[in-house]
């Protein structure tokens, strides 16, 4: 086998989670040319067919993934040397890729980065926002920030805070409409839903010690978590909120609280999730550590 290098045992393993040359040459930002060259490179040191092409797309032939696995074994094992050098420097740097919700995105992630950025000045976050459960080696991620705590063995996960869920309006709302009473008065009111995680919208309650659910039905709808905060915001109606994100909007009196004394927040762990064979980088130890204290779960 003539030499490989890492980049190329990275870029296989970017070609066998994602199934698509053209998928990963608009990751790197290259021709898709370059990625089939590099391909085919690659095959011809290994002296055997990686990858059946079709157009369905590709997969892996049994010497590709014997391949994938001497890959991912490889690289890890480098991630863990370049990890014990950095932290013998006391300097977490580089680039991190971090998945979460639009909404934990807007309003938690986004206002730390100049905090975190004066801590690790060589740090640099890339964030990818979206509210489906994101695949941490499908989508080249280093961590992914939810509430899931079953894992596959690759995995693991530190609680960096706790996730609730309430409910809330505006002020404007409140004054020109009013806040109901009641659950039951909740009918009346214009409610923000969301369409993306209909389960969102089975509203809990703790009534004189017995459980009870509110079906929102949505007078605005939205598929987007940070979106439904801004409509709440902007004082459209009533919506169900993250606790994290409305604590510091209550604080600021842009939210009111809407039936305080009987909402069930169902507060679950907040998880910084990883790759186990990664968790001891400094760039991701320094960014866990960092929203772990920023939550008070340091």
Same mark, same amino acid.
């Given at each position: 086998?003539?030499?490989?290098? #890492?980049?190329?045992?990275?870029?296989?393993?970017?070609?066998?989670?994602?199934?698509?040359?053209?998928?990963?040459?608009?990751?790197?930002?290259? !021709?898709?040319?370059?990625?089939?060259?590099?391909?085919?490179?690659?095959?011809?040191?290994?002296?055997?067919?990686?990858?059946?092409?079709?157009?369905?797309?590709?997969?892996?032939?049994?010497?590709?993934?014997?391949?994938?696995?001497?890959?991912?074994r490889? #690289?890890?094992?480098?991630?863990?040397?370049?990890?014990?050098?950095?932290?013998?420097?006391?300097?977490?740097?580089?680039?991190?890729?971090?998945?979460?919700?639009?909404?934990?995105?807007?309003?938690?992630?986004?206002?730390?980065?100049?905090?975190? +950025?004066?801590? +690790?000045?060589?740090?640099?976050?890339?964030?990818?926002?979206?509210?489906?459960?994101?695949?941490?080696?499908r989508?080249?991620?280093?961590?992914?920030?939810?509430?899931?705590?079953?894992?596959?063995?690759?995995?693991?996960?530190?609680?960096?805070?706790?996730?609730?869920?309430?409910?809330?309006a505006? !002020?404007?709302?409140?004054?020109?409409?009013?806040?109901?009473?009641?659950?039951?008065?909740?009918?009346?009111?214009?409610?923000?839903?969301?369409s993306?995680? !209909?389960?969102?919208?089975h509203?809990?309650?703790?009534?004189?010690?017995?459980?009870s659910?509110?079906?929102?039905?949505?007078?605005?709808?939205?598929?987007?978590?940070?979106?439904?905060?801004?409509?709440?915001?902007?004082?459209?109606?009533?919506?169900?909120l993250?606790?994290?994100?409305?604590?510091?909007?209550?604080?600021?009196?842009?939210?009111?609280?809407?039936?305080?004394?009987?909402?069930?927040?169902?507060?679950?762990?907040?998880?910084?999730?990883?790759?186990?064979?990664?968790?001891?980088?400094?760039? #991701?130890?320094?960014?866990?550590?960092?929203?772990?204290?920023?939550?008070g779960?340091?």
């Open positions: 086998m003539d030499e490989l290098a #890492i980049d190329d045992l990275k870029l296989f393993g970017r070609v066998a989670a994602l199934g698509s040359l053209s998928a990963v040459a608009r990751e790197r930002d290259v !021709p898709v040319s370059q990625i089939s060259r590099a391909l085919s490179r690659i095959e011809k040191s290994c002296a055997a067919r990686l990858v059946h092409r079709s157009t369905h797309g590709l997969t892996l032939s049994v010497e590709g993934e014997t391949f994938l696995a001497y890959c991912q490889i #690289i890890g094992t480098f991630d863990e040397l370049q990890g014990e050098f950095s932290s013998r420097a006391g300097a977490a740097s580089g680039r991190v890729r971090v998945a979460a919700s639009t909404v934990v995105a807007q309003y938690l992630l986004v206002p730390s980065l100049s905090e975190l +950025h004066r801590r +690790h000045p060589r740090l640099s976050i890339d964030l990818e926002v979206s509210d489906r459960m994101a695949d941490l080696v989508d080249g991620l280093d961590i992914a920030i939810r509430t899931a705590a079953a894992l596959p063995e690759h995995l693991v996960a530190r609680r960096i805070g706790t996730l609730g869920r309430a409910l809330y505006a !002020p404007s709302y409140a004054q020109a409409i009013g806040l109901p009473a009641r659950p039951d008065e909740l009918a009346a009111h214009r409610l923000i839903t969301n993306a995680a !209909p389960h969102l919208n509203w809990p309650f703790v009534i004189e010690g017995q459980a659910k509110h079906v929102a039905e949505g007078f605005w709808c939205c598929n987007d978590t940070g979106l439904a905060a801004e409509m709440v915001l902007q004082g459209l109606g009533i919506g169900r993250s606790t994290i994100v409305a604590a510091p909007l209550l604080a600021r009196g842009l939210l009111v609280p809407v039936l305080a004394d009987c909402v069930d927040p169902q507060t679950v762990p907040l998880y910084a999730v990883m790759s186990s064979s990664r968790q001891r980088l400094p760039k #991701i130890r320094a960014c866990i550590d960092f929203w772990a204290e920023r939550l779960q340091a």
